[in-house]
């Protein structure tokens, strides 16, 4: 009974240093609010976006705001099978978690694209077909109405 306790116990103190470490780490991001994530917007000279926080060496590919710039996307990996797409989205009290996006994760997916009027979402994925139910070796452009 008591081996029982102590290993509860431990559970319970590893728990609560990770809750306090976790909100550490959020209290320590930025407040990414208002166009381009707070960042500087951009010029005629080539620079950085958002180091640290967009840009943080992990390969980004591809970017892209919806035309209302409160959605952004970033295709993060380098090749296959390592591909997934993240997003944010400003909420009403400015804030932006970069996660990723709930429809990708899964799947091999990249190389997307948001139609001119910011209604369509199309990318490239090797997601399951209706069909088949497996993932493809082929990727097949995938379409979807932005948030």
């Keep these: 009974m008591c081996r ?8 319970v103190i590893i728990l609560m240093i990770g809750t306090v470490c976790a909100q550490k780490r959020t209290s320590d991001f930025p407040i990414l609010a208002g166009p381009y994530l707070g960042q500087k917007p951009p010029g005629m000279t080539p620079e950085i976006f958002a180091p640290g926080i967009i840009s943080t060496g992990y390969s980004e590919r591809q970017i892209a705001f919806t035309q209302d710039g409160k959605e952004l996307f970033l295709w993060l990996g380098e090749n296959r099978p390592y591909c997934t797409i993240l997003w944010t989205k400003e909420t009403d009290d400015g804030r932006n978690s970069l996660q990723v996006a709930p429809f990708s994760g899964k799947h091999v997916d990249m190389k997307f694209s948001i139609s001119p009027d910011g209604r369509t979402f199309l990318f490239s994925s090797n997601r399951p077909h209706e069909m088949s139910g497996n993932p493809t070796d082929n990727l097949d452009i995938w379409t979807m109405e932005t948030h």
């Design 4 to 11: 029982k306790f102590e290993y509860l116990l431990l559970v």
